[in-house]
């Protein structure tokens, strides 16, 4: 049983989170005494899940087909080396998170759970997950439950961050949505392992144009510059723990996204990319300088 258990791993850390948040306003109509215990275990149980899948990364990279299903039609899971350092930084940022705010949150604390469990589980999939449109599908879990959580002290600050965050987030997915229809249209496909060697026949300009939706999007989830103008106010107006998971967490799964598209999905399609690589760099380094500047 317990074997059974750890092959099914990637989509228990995905579903696991997801089913936690959506029984703690459950329990809290039943007894609200049963939330506290409830919130432990399912932290906990979470938790040791993502530890556990990344230590399997040792063994070597492996996929999960959901369903049995083929990976050109169903929805393939994959840990690799780059997906179990991030599932590390998830379950890190929110065991620590789900313990601080046990002390942190007074008000709201079914929603507040409620949401930082959504946002956990969306995160994994994003992370996991092998398919471009599911990326997109889970990106926009998790900018909904993180609009919901910068404005979960209701105040006059903290809704006007989540609005701000909600129109920067929306741009964000009108640019990913159009990079996976222009990339399906183009390939016929949206398996990432798939598209990996379909990309290079992409003529270069319709190429271009779908890695600069892509760059754009997730630009704008990652908070680089000069995309940047929803972040400091989001940080500030959410609760401690959830600025926590926003700053160390959230931010870093739109570096993953680029990273994952960029140097796998369009690897091979490198040569005709033309000046993206060098415009992400310059970003990078404008994103420091600026971010330092700012502050002072």
């Known amino acids: 049983m317990i074997d059974g258990l750890v092959a099914h791993l990637p989509a228990i850390v995905v579903i696991l989170p997801l089913a936690a948040a959506f029984a703690i306003p459950v329990i809290d109509v039943v007894s609200a005494r049963l939330r506290e215990p409830f ?7 979470t938790s040791s899940a993502m530890f556990l899948l990344a230590s399997r990364v040792a063994a070597g990279p492996f996929a999960y ?19 179990a350092v991030f599932i590390v930084m998830i ?7 789900a313990v601080y705010s046990k002390w942190s949150v007074e008000h709201g604390r ?12 969306a995160m994994a999939g994003m992370v996991l997950t092998g398919d471009l449109f599911n990326l997109f599908v889970f990106s926009e879990i998790v900018s909904i439950a993180a609009y919901s959580i910068v404005a979960h002290e209701k105040t006059r600050d903290s809704i006007e961050a989540g609005l701000k965050y909600l ?24 398996n990432m392992a798939i598209l990996s060697s379909l990309t290079p026949e992409i003529p270069d300009g319709t ?5 600069v939706c ?4 997730f630009g704008l989830k990652a908070g680089i510059f000069p995309l940047h103008a929803w972040l ?35 690897a091979d399609a490198t040569p005709g990319a033309g000046p993206i690589f060098p415009v992400m760099a310059w970003l990078g380094t404008l994103s420091v300088v600026a971010g330092h500047l700012l502050a002072m």
């Open 65 to 83: 087909a959901m369903g049995g299903w083929p990976a050109a039609l169903g929805i393939v899971l994959v840990l690799d080396k780059l997906s």
């Open 207 to 211: 190429r271009r144009l779908i890695l």
């Open 214 to 217: 892509f760059l754009v999007g």
């Open 91 to 97: 379950a890190v940022g929110f065991t620590t998170v």
């Open 39 to 45: 919130i432990t275990i399912a932290t906990v149980l």
């Open 167 to 190: 129109i920067f987030g929306t741009i964000s997915g009108i640019f990913v949505l159009l990079g996976v229809s222009l990339t399906f249209a183009a390939t016929g496909a949206l």
């Open 232 to 266: 400091p106010d989001a940080h500030s107006s959410a609760p401690a723990g959830a600025s926590a998971v926003l700053s160390g967490v959230l931010v870093k799964t739109g570096v993953y996204s680029t990273l994952r598209l960029m140097f796998t999905v369009f």
């Open 110 to 121: 079914s929603k507040y759970y409620m949401l930082l469990f959504l946002l956990t589980g």
